[in-house]
């Protein structure tokens, strides 16, 4: 996917963006305005509360321009996740104007204005040129507006300090793709980093010196493997060079952020491209604690590469993803591995062998393992066990004696998916897969018919428009028995319940991506602590 659009209908531009690249490389910054008439950007696409929000910020005086992944994604000709807008209005300032407004972050301030199941992300200009910065000195400049901390590895852990203007706004952001800003009044493209240029060379390129910019935050690393896998972008050889040896960086990013990383690379539809892009990059085996020998191994490989497509068709058919599944998948050969050696020595020392005891404490073992570098929340940790659990239940040479207990997790179905996967590697489980379909049909059909039931019988649930993606979550007569397994978890996450508590306008889905986004902010600033 590249953008040549421009190319295509005006075969000077190409030339002119050339041109303009090559002055970039040579000198840093080189700005480049495009007309409407040179881009043929499609504006109609664009979100009506970004324009709303830009509009309004310009009558109150301010600059205001759409910048990010709306305009990249438009450019190539698809519809964007989210629109971010960069102003040199205050968070204070853009709050006033907008009563629908909340400021994210304390240390490193943005702003989410909310337009039912849509927000808009409102971030200050940031300025100072961030090789300048001070190692472990905040630096005031001019007063409050400056402030900028850097840790002695490079790592940026304090950015409050805006800027007045887009050029130095765009040397802050990560790679040239996503620095080019579109003012909405004029139509007018803005690129000083030859973005545009990237664009239709299908190049994924970061701004400034790349190990610089990668200590100043490792996760811009996996930020071009996501984009590089999403786009079908090469990361250039500068770009790319510097991965290799920064990937040790990652281990210094707070684990939470990195969960949330992660749930972005595998859960967003592009499993198994990022997963190939991943490991040609050597970065796999920093996201998850797999030993590097399994992973070398053909049939693990293999394992992974058809269940992240299979991932990624569940994306494409509107199936939930979810993460516990996602790292269940994943560890599964670490934790089956595992426990296989240590059966065994188990059985050559003649003790008995309590098979309960010894899956709760591999699962714990190789989850808590992953805990150190993607802090998973409890539930997702509770959810893995189980789910490995089941495969045991699955497997079992009576499987008549246990369909009623089976069955009856919550969690059955999607360890019949898992089991379904490794079937398609283990010839010895299909008779199996063909025992536990039709009970799986018989509980598919009946949480559909329960979720129909209760929509028919909660209509004024539905209509508060606090229902969101927990409504299924909080049915009765299933029973979690993940309870007692490993280690005890409440029923339904903490986030979740201190979700339903707040008063907000917005549904529950929509409250649920603030929060990520806002976190996520908060994160790539290493301000989580
Ligand atoms: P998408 O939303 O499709 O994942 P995006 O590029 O919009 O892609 P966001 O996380 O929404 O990604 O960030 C919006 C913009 O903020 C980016 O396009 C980039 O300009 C800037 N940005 C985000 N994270 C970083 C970072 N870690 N370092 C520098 N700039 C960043
Ligand atoms: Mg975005």
């Given at each position: 996917?590249?953008?040549?659009?421009?190319?295509?209908?005006?075969?000077?531009?190409?030339?002119?963006?050339?041109?303009?690249?090559?002055?970039?490389?040579?000198?840093?910054?080189?700005?480049?305005?495009?007309?409407?008439?040179?881009?043929?950007l499609?504006?109609?696409k664009i979100s009506?509360?970004a324009?709303?929000v830009i509009?309004?910020?310009?009558?109150?005086?301010?600059?205001a321009y759409l910048v990010g992944g709306g305009v990249r994604d438009l450019l190539l000709?698809k519809t964007p996740k989210d629109f971010d807008v960069s102003t040199?209005?205050?968070?204070?300032?853009?709050?006033?104007?907008?009563?629908?407004?909340?400021?994210?972050?304390?240390?490193?301030?943005i702003v989410h204005i909310?337009?039912?199941?849509e927000i808009i992300e409102v971030t200050t200009f940031r300025?100072?040129?961030?090789?300048?910065?001070?190692?472990?000195?905040?630096?005031?400049?001019?007063?409050?507006?400056?402030?900028?901390?850097?840790?002695?590895?490079?790592?940026?852990?304090?950015?409050?300090?805006?800027?007045?203007?887009i050029?130095?706004d765009a040397q802050r952001r990560d790679f040239t793709i996503n620095a080019i800003y579109l003012d909405i009044?004029?139509?007018?493209l803005i690129d000083f980093h030859?973005g545009l240029?990237d664009l239709?060379?299908?190049?994924i390129?970061?701004i400034?010196?790349?190990?610089?910019?990668?200590?100043?935050?490792?996760?811009r690393?996996?930020r071009?493997?996501r984009f590089?896998?999403k786009l079908?972008?090469?990361?250039?050889?500068?770009?790319?060079?510097?991965?290799?040896?920064?990937?040790?960086?990652?281990?210094?990013?707070?684990?939470?952020?990195?969960?949330?990383?992660?749930?972005k690379?595998?859960?967003?539809?592009?499993?198994?491209?990022?997963?190939?892009?991943?490991?040609?990059?050597?970065?796999?085996?920093?996201?998850?604690?797999?030993?590097?020998?399994?992973?070398?191994?053909?049939?693990?490989?293999?394992?992974?590469?058809?269940?992240?497509?299979?991932?990624?068709?569940?994306?494409?058919?509107?199936?939930?993803?979810?993460?516990?599944?996602?790292?269940?998948?994943?560890?599964?050969?670490?934790?089956?591995?595992?426990?296989?050696?240590?059966?065994?020595?188990?059985?050559?020392?003649?003790?008995?062998?309590?098979?309960?005891?010894?899956?709760?404490?591999?699962?714990?073992?190789?989850?808590?393992?992953?805990?150190?570098?993607?802090?998973?929340?409890?539930?997702?940790?509770?959810?893995?066990?189980?789910?490995?659990?089941?495969?045991?239940?699955?497997?079992?040479?009576?499987?008549?004696?246990?369909?009623?207990?089976?069955?009856?997790?919550?969690?059955?179905?999607?360890?019949?998916?898992?089991?379904?996967?490794?079937?398609?590697?283990?010839?010895?489980?299909?008779?199996?897969?063909?025992?536990?379909?039709?009970?799986?049909?018989?509980?598919?059909?009946?949480?559909?018919?329960?979720?129909?039931?209760?929509?028919?019988?909660?209509?004024?649930?539905?209509?508060?428009?606090?229902?969101?993606?927990?409504?299924?979550?909080?049915?009765?007569?299933?029973?979690?028995?993940?309870?007692?397994?490993?280690?005890?978890?409440?029923?339904?996450?903490?986030?979740?319940?201190?979700?339903?508590?707040?008063?907000?306008?917005?549904?529950?889905?929509?409250?649920?991506?603030?929060?990520?986004k806002?976190?996520s902010w908060?994160?790539a600033?290493?301000?989580?602590?």
């Open positions: 996917m590249r953008y040549t659009k421009i190319s295509a209908l005006n075969p000077g531009l190409n030339d002119l963006l050339k041109k303009n690249k090559a002055q970039v490389v040579k000198n840093g910054q080189q700005k480049l305005v495009l007309t409407a008439d040179q881009h043929h499609p504006t109609e009506k509360s324009v709303k509009k309004r910020l310009k009558q109150a005086g301010f600059e000709g040199n209005a205050t968070p204070e300032q853009v709050r006033r104007l907008f009563n629908n407004a909340r400021i994210i972050g304390r240390r490193f301030k909310i337009y039912n199941n300025g100072g040129n961030s090789t300048q910065l001070q190692v472990d000195t905040p630096i005031s400049l001019n007063g409050k507006r400056y402030e900028v901390q850097v840790n002695p590895d490079g790592m940026l852990v304090r950015d409050n300090s805006y800027g007045t203007n050029k130095d009044q004029t139509g007018e030859g240029y239709t060379q299908g190049v390129d970061i400034g010196d790349p190990e610089t910019r990668y200590r100043e935050d490792p996760v690393i996996l071009a493997a590089s896998a079908g972008f090469k990361i250039s050889k500068r770009t790319v060079q510097m991965i290799g040896p920064c990937a040790n960086l990652l281990h210094s990013v707070a684990p939470a952020r990195m969960y949330d990383e992660v749930n690379l595998f859960l967003t539809g592009h499993a198994q491209a990022t997963f190939k892009v991943l490991t040609a990059l050597g970065l796999f085996t920093h996201l998850f604690s797999i030993s590097p020998m399994l992973l070398n191994s053909s049939v693990c490989r293999s394992f992974l590469d058809h269940a992240f497509a299979s991932t990624d068709q569940r994306f494409k058919e509107n199936k939930c993803n979810k993460p516990h599944f996602l790292y269940a998948i994943v560890l599964w050969n670490e934790f089956i591995w595992n426990f296989y050696q240590q059966r065994d020595e188990l059985l050559l020392s003649a003790d008995d062998i309590n098979y309960k005891d010894l899956i709760s404490y591999l699962a714990s073992k190789v989850v808590i393992q992953q805990y150190q570098i993607t802090a998973m929340p409890e539930q997702i940790i509770n959810s893995i066990a189980l789910l490995w659990r089941l495969q045991f239940l699955l497997e079992t040479k009576e499987p008549d004696k246990y369909v009623r207990e089976t069955t009856s997790y919550h969690a059955f179905r999607a360890a019949f998916d898992l089991f379904k996967l490794r079937a398609e590697f283990d010839p010895n489980l299909r008779s199996r897969v063909d025992f536990w379909q039709p009970h799986y049909d018989r509980c598919k059909a009946e949480s559909e018919r329960r979720r129909l039931n209760d929509q028919n019988r909660q209509p004024e649930r539905r209509s508060n428009g606090n229902e969101g993606s927990n409504s299924r979550r909080s049915r009765p007569e299933r029973r979690d028995r993940s309870r007692g397994f490993g280690n005890s978890a409440p029923r339904r996450d903490g986030a979740g319940d201190q979700e339903r508590a707040q008063n907000f306008e917005e549904n529950a889905a929509s409250r649920q991506k603030r929060i990520n806002a976190r908060r994160q600033m290493n301000l989580e602590p």
